[in-house]
Structure formats: structure tokens, C-alpha cells
């Protein structure tokens, strides 16, 4: 099968050559040709399946063989949860719309306005949004989505997560009822099944990975180790094994900052990213570590969420998460587009549990090996990691609370009674990071 099977119009033929893709990754080749039809579509597809060009490619072939006023409304809405996707989504909208007369912009929170709303003002085609700042500019009036003609929805579990339910449903309502609807999301849970129904009209369903599996080409492993020699093995494993890239996953900001300067601290270069950096320090250390200039890009869960770095080899999980799912998308970072890649879970005592709930959701048993030198504690307690205990600044969850200022938890509730709660309610103050 080829792009040009797939009945996609040249001037988006030329683009996908200049991209360099020879043939359609298995989501592409089932989503274009409903999307195509003009069908809604649930998709469950992974970042890294090449899911972008899944919806991207058949929204831009269907604008522009049906044009409309000349006005340029808003015909097509692409909400993601984060910042960087939003930015990552419309970098591969403009690549792939490169030959065509289609217009596209982005908009996100905290970034200057002015510049956003000048550019929707000028006439936009698609426009790719994060929830908050779209409903922002909506209630200023500063621009109508009431000529939507094509809704995509991506990431919708990391959306729940984030507690955007309410957003999602203030932006449907302001949108015509007779429009296209496309859902992505990595997981399915009852509460994303659910949002689904309210959206998806006679849904098309494809899957580009097996639910909740972890891509073959990736190989796991487990180093069991005392919890205070983890940065210790996390640089020998890098320096030793000459490694090039990695991406490294802690549970928490301030855990992220201490691991990066620790590592810089030992000649590696290294960025943290999460949502106490501004969003101009967030951009320059994702570029960094895409450019190769940085060699460790330290993140918390929902800062890394949907990043694109192509052919990662190594993702690191500092601390495991006690979301399970997140193990999933976490080590989706590495492998990527048939490359192989090595995940790494650095594993105290005290997550045990997490370490057996993540293999019974994977369905499999995680290598685990003990270095010399970095052996666990034999006296270390095994419970789970109680809320609060090794963290810095509190923990206050609520819609209002000062985390970005305090540096509070970012990558969920560590209190593991909580492991079971909706995730809706579990992240809602995490929207930001
Ligand atoms: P995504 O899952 O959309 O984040 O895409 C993951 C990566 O795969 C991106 O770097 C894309 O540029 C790349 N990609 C997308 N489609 C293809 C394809 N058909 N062949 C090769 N690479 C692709």
C-alpha cells in the first residue's frame, strides 16, 4: 500500500516525499480512507505511530478540494492536551501543507495573546488549540468556531487526565452539530468509551497497537536499586554505555531539577522539562535535546507528553509511575517508527507494587538485573511511597493551588489508595504542566 493507494492528492504526495515517508504506517493506512469518507473515527493509536499524518493528510485533502468562503473561517479544530503537542501538531500541519493554499495557526496559553488572535483574525483554515486558550480567546470573542466543518480531538485520555471534560464539552456546544468528529487516544478507558458516545456519530474504530501492550521493538529492563543510588547508576549507565540520548522520566518537578543538575554536575548535558518552566525555557530545551546538543532531557509525565523525538534509543524511568498507563506511554518514547529502542526502569523497594501493577496491565514480566555497586537496600520498606513523603512543596491538588509556584507534585497522586480513582479527578490541577 502507498500514499498514492490511498487516493491523496498530489500537491500532499509531494509533501509526504519531501518528508521522506515511503509507505503508510499500519494507523495511516486504516484511518485515511474513512477519515477520507468523510466518516468520525476512534482511533487508538500511540504518539509515535505516525497518528499526526493519520488525520492530518486527509483533513488538509478534504479543505482543499472543497474550498469555501474566502473569508477563511475556522474549518477544522485539532484540540491537544499540552503545549507542545499543540506546537508539534501544527509544525506537521504546515509541513504537509506546504503545496497547498490552505491556512493554519496555533494557539496556546502562557504566550502573549495578541500575536494568536492577530493570526486567527487574518483567516485561518485549521486552527490546532489547547483547550484553555481557545476558550479564552472564544470568550473574548476573538474567534468563532460556528463554520467548524472537522473536529479532532488527540490525546483524548492525556484531555481527561487533565481535566479538561468540562472544556471539551464548552467547546462542543459552540460548534455546528453537523461536523466530523476524529478521537485519538493511547488507551481506552470506560470514561474515555464513554466521551466518545458523546461525540462520535457511527464511529469507524481502528487500532494501530494491540490496547495497553508495549510495541515489540522495544526491550525492557528493570535495575532493582536503593533508592538514594539511583542518580549513581542512572550516569554510569549513561557514561558506560555511551549513550546518546535518553529522555528520563521523575515523578516530580523538583525531582526533575535535582536529577538534571546532578547530572550536569558529572559532565552530562542535561535539560529538565516541565510545568514550572516557562514556555520559552521549555521550547529551547526540547530544541536542545532534538538538535543533540543536550544529551539528558529530564521530564515529568504530562510535560513529555506527546513529544516528538524521533528514533529515541533510550527512555529512562527514574521512579516508576503509579499510574500503570503511564509506563505505556512513557517507554512509547523510545522504538519509535521501527526503531529499536531500550526502556529503563530504576526500581527501590518502595515501588514494588507499582513495579507488579504495571507487569499485570502489560501482561508480562520486566528483566530485572542488580548492579555491583548499586545494590537495593536490603532494609528498605516495601510499602508504596506514601503522599507527601520526599516531596517538595505540599501536594494541594486543587483546581487553584499554587504548584506551579511551590513545585509541587506533577506527575500524579503518589498516594497509592488514590492509584484507583478516575483520572479525571486525579490530574485535574495538571493541566498546565
Ligand atoms: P506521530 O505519531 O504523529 O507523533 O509521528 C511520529 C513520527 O513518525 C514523526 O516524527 C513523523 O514525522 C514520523 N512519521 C509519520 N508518518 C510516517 C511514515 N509514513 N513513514 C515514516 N515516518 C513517519
Redesign the pocket.
Known amino acids: 500500500m502507498s500514499f498514492k493507494d490511498l487516493g491523496l492528492s498530489e500537491p500532499l504526495l509531494k509533501a509526504i516525499s519531501k518528508?521522506g515517508?515511503t509507505?503508510?504506517?499500519p494507523i495511516?493506512e486504516k484511518a485515511i480512507p474513512p477519515v477520507l469518507d468523510g466518516r468520525d473515527v476512534l482511533a487508538s493509536a500511540q504518539?509515535?505511530?505516525?497518528?499526526?499524518?493519520g488525520f492530518t493528510l486527509p483533513l488538509l485533502h478534504y479543505l482543499s478540494e472543497n474550498p469555501k468562503a474566502k473569508f477563511r473561517p475556522i474549518r477544522a479544530l485539532i484540540l491537544t492536551p499540552t503545549r507542545e503537542l499543540a506546537a508539534q501538531v501544527h509544525e506537521s500541519v504546515k509541513d504537509y501543507s506546504e503545496f497547498l493554499d490552505i491556512r493554519s495557526t496555533v494557539i496556546f496559553g502562557g504566550v502573549n495573546q495578541k500575536p494568536q488572535a492577530a493570526a486567527i483574525r487574518r483567516g485561518v483554515d485549521i486552527l490546532v488549540a489547547t483547550p484553555g486558550r481557545l476558550l479564552d480567546l472564544h470568550n473574548q470573542n476573538l474567534l468563532s468556531l460556528k463554520r467548524v466543518e472537522v473536529f479532532i480531538l488527540d490525546e483524548a485520555d492525556r484531555m481527561l487526565d487533565m481535566g479538561f471534560l468540562r472544556d471539551i464539552e464548552k467547546v462542543m456546544n459552540v460548534m455546528p452539530a453537523k461536523r466530523q468528529n476524529l478521537m485519538f487516544s493511547a488507551t481506552f478507558s470506560k470514561d474515555i468509551k464513554k466521551l466518545a458516545n458523546g461525540i462520535l456519530n457511527n464511529p469507524v474504530q481502528v487500532e494501530a497497537t494491540p490496547e495497553n501492550s508495549t510495541v515489540e521493538a522495544i526491550s525492557q529492563q528493570v535495575y532493582r536499586v536503593a533508592k538514594g543510588k539511583k542518580p549513581g547508576l542512572l550516569i554510569k549507565l549513561i557514561s558506560e554505555g555511551n549513550w546518546k540520548q535518553a529522555l528520563v522520566f521523575t515523578r516530580t518537578k523538583h525531582g526533575a531539577n535535582k536529577l538534571t543538575k546532578k547530572l550536569i554536575a558529572s559532565g552530562i548535558t542535561a535539560a529538565a522539562i516541565h510545568g514550572n518552566k516557562s514556555q520559552a525555557a521549555r521550547t529551547k530545551a526540547l530544541a536542545g535535546f532534538k538538535s543533540g546538543k543536550v544529551r539528558v532531557m529530564v521530564a515529568t509525565d504530562i510535560a513529555a507528553r506527546g513529544l516528538?523525538i524521533?528514533l529515541l534509543p533510550h527512555v529512562v524511568n527514574f521512579e516508576l509511575p503509579n499510574i500503570s498507563e503511564d509506563y505505556v506511554h512513557r517507554i512509547g518514547r523510545t522504538g519509535?517508527?521501527g526503531a529499536n529502542g531500550k526502556a529503563i526502569s530504576l526500581v527501590s523497594a518502595d515501588e514494588t507494587t507499582y513495579l507488579r501493577d504495571i507487569e499485570k496491565l502489560i501482561g508480562e514480566k520486566i528483566d530485572v538485573e542488580i548492579i555491583e555497586g548499586f545494590e537495593p537496600d536490603p532494609n528498605a520498606s516495601t510499602e508504596p511511597i506514601k503522599q507527601g513523603q520526599g516531596r517538595q512543596g505540599g501536594g494541594n491538588r486543587n483546581r487553584n493551588s499554587s504548584s506551579r509556584k511551590t513545585g509541587g507534585n506533577s506527575g500524579g497522586n503518589r498516594n497509592s489508595s488514590n492509584r484507583n480513582k478516575s483520572s479525571a479527578s486525579r490530574n485535574r490541577n495538571d493541566r498546565r504542566n
Open positions: 518528508k515517508y509507505t503508510p504506517s495511516q504518539t509515535g505511530t505516525g497518528k499526526t499524518a516528538d524521533p519509535r517508527a
